[in-house]
């Protein structure tokens, strides 16, 4: 075994969450592109847009009208997937298996700024979005119909954002979407195993290599976890195990931000262009189980794979096979690192 | 319980191959789209494109020249995600896993004439496609070291098709992909169970009920899947259990062929585009193995949501949690079932 081969050869390593793999060809970095280009959005947004249904004072689709809020504003969303008043039902047809889902969506403005994004904004506006995120999360959670709390930000047009207005989305539900479920298990495994924390031994191994680590302040490490598919994909990790973003202090809250806002300072000079991407945070389910084998994360997936235009396309075979990755993580991880 | 319920609540739905759940909103259909909007594909070529890499008597990449091929032409991919001759390794340092993965990629250009797509041949001419694919699947299938076959296509330029030439590949490798692995595992427990095909007791299911059915002639069913995914996604099912394509006989590759062609015209219509999608077929593994669990099917995932020019977006939600649609698979059956 040489760790050198996984610079070379095509291999396929195992998401230890998942216990799914990505087929990894580092030959083909050199593929031309012939395909398809993005448009670049380099284009300086105004601060206040009166189009704009995030703006402050502005009048949404259904009518209301947003208060004039100065930093950080949650509103139910207008047309959310999930609701809470959803009926309740079960369909066990044969092979036909249907359930009913009831939830709660939520918008959540970062800043009544219209021109910013989180890469323009500093780690303290960032904490007060953190802050947001801890009411939202505690809220939801006390309410006995949510069992999971998915926070999320979709950035840019090629990632399906049909506003630039700095925003995120909270979608909030029953029973624990297909990826949740599966890091759950993993992760109840391995703490009934080891009795420790499968996320916090793989910091311990990855702050030793440092082969992947981007940045690390006191509470969090920002790192391309080894198994990285999407060719600059990102991980925020505290280095306290942690089953959600509740067990922040507001210290750790504050290096929580400053962690977001190195990670996407240094996307957005990458290629320079306002970076796109989906982000995530995938913490313990509010069922009142014990949740003492999770360790909270968040991840960043942004599609761009070699400039600004080019972007990598999860088709054909990674649809109907597994996940493919061109450069390997650690070229990647030091390509985000040059950009501090 | 009533199945009426499905077109008005939010539900989650079981993929019995997969074992994981889709998300679905049907209320939110009506959710107004001011996000990014696609180029339109209308462009009509020339039958050939002397620029084109694909066409018959022009020079490739790597310099070597197509043959003035007459209706196939199968090569090896200059550009392979998995090489033949790649070093076998492992690595296993602590929560690090890794495997090489060796495999032989190839490009299959569906016709000579650039200005087609499968949707512009007819079942005669797909049929000799149909040939190719089980050519080509017995030969690698007879290789010691390929375990897996993956025949795909993607199609459109927001599929990641950097060559409008009608063209598939076929992916094949030691292992199994991801997604192949969780179909295998479900369809062999139905097998031990119930000593019958999981597919093909869907498929009784689904022909008696008649509800997403949009074609079937004496060999195969066109129908959407109770689980699908994608807005119009689409799935073609041999009558017959049958493990691989090998098994079909002349006329039931006919009959296949005819399934491609009825399911690729509606599709052009139903926006009246030249419908963008990625396809693939899922078979048993060549593994040597016995497959009588497995039941072959090809299923269709396009991008389009509601026009030429708007698309899903799997993204935030979708990629942290599961994934979710707005219109029903009942709806889009009655929508794709009006172009026939
Ligand atoms: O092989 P192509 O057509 O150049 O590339 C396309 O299909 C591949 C297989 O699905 C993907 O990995 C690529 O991201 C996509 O652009
Ligand atoms: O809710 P939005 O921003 O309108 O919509 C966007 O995010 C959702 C959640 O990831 C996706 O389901 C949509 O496909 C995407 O366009």
Known sequence: MNHTDLQDYSHKRLNILTGEWVLVSPHRAKRPWQGQNEAVSNDVRPAYDETCYLCAGNTRINGEINPKYQDVFVFTNDFAALQKDSKSFSVEDGLLVAESETGICKVICFSPDHSKSLADMDAKDIQKVVFAWQREFKELSENPHINYVQIFEN?????????PHPHGQIWSQSTLPNEVDKKNTRQLAYYNKNNSSLLGDYLTQELEKQERIIFENDSCVVLIPFWAVWPFEAMIVPKKQQ????????TEALDYAEAISVLTKAYDKLFNTSFPYSSGIHQAPTNGNDNKHWH????FYPPL??????????????MFGSPQRDITPEIAAKMIKAQI
Chains 1, 2 share one sequence.
């Open 243 to 250: 089953s959600n973003i509740l067990e922040l202090n507001n």
């Open 296 to 299: 909270w994360h968040m991840s």
């Open 305 to 318: 794979l070699r400039s600004a235009t080019v972007k990598k396309f999860m088709v054909g075979y990674e």
């Open 155 to 163: 950035k840019g047009a090629v990632m399906g954002c049909s506003n």
